[in-house]
């Protein structure tokens, strides 16, 4: 196992050097070339399908797979949670534009007011506190599920996570999420783009690795390793502990950085969450 991880650090190539003063705008224009250009025949939207957007044969099992979806259950709990009042009779649909239906696209979102970064799951768990309620726990189970439900109606809607020009925060925490995903960690060095870029649609051991465009689209997943839902933060943190780096906080401001970067990223692409994954 340690060779392989050897074998393709050495294949990897330097992260990706884009230029240092490019906007978020370039980014996500010199990103969406780079896997476009990778990749080339697979549409844009298509890129919300993960690894199955560029391995016929995994794509198969998968196709087979959304026939029953594994996360149907969980679309229906989660509906039911969302729908039932705190014990202040208020509920979810008060702390929501459009009164929380078909809006995860717009997450996440910059706070203007607190200056950080506000990722649905962290907009759900605020809502419940405001009105009395304790968070849920992190990663799976029931924010998994109403995340969900809110997810599934969000369905088709394309991905418009803003950076706002008139707030230099709002770019410094995008920064901060772009220099995380370069940035090298943990016993094995490897950046997030070693292995989502430079080695996009390479097999490390017996998994094909997807690309970094789309990556945010498709949560939360039912993941067959977990034999459940998770969220994406749980993913964040299956990748850290993967090149053995510790992995950060559920909702640390770093991973809602991530999340903010990673997401401007897959504008334009739209989102079919709830997702299912090997
Ligand atoms: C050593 C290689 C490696 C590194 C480094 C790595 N990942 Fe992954 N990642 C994987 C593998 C393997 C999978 C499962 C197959 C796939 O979808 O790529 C995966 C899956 C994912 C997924 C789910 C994709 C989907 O379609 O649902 C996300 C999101 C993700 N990684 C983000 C990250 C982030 C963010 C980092 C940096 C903190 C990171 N990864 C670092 C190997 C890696």
Redesign the pocket.
Known sequence: MKLR?VL?AAAALVATPFAAQATPDDDLQHYREFFMKKFPGVPLEEFA???YAIDATARENWEAIEEFPPYEPDVEAGKVLFETPFKNGKGYASCFPNDGIGVAQNYPMWDREKGRVVTLELAVNECREANGEKALKPFKGEIAQVLAYMAYTSRGNITNVEIPKDDPRALEAYESGKH??FAR?GQ?N???A???FD?AGQL?RS????P?L???T??P?YRAKWNELGT?DR??K???E??RAKALENQSEEYRN?EYF?AHMSNGIPLNGP?A??
């Open positions: 991880y393709l399908n993960g690894v995380f995903y960690r094995l490897f950046s997030c070693h292995c989502h080695n490390l998994d094909r690795l997807s970094a789309g990556h945010t498709h949560w997943v994406l993913r964040f299956g990748c850290n993967q090149v991530l990673l997702g994954r090997k």
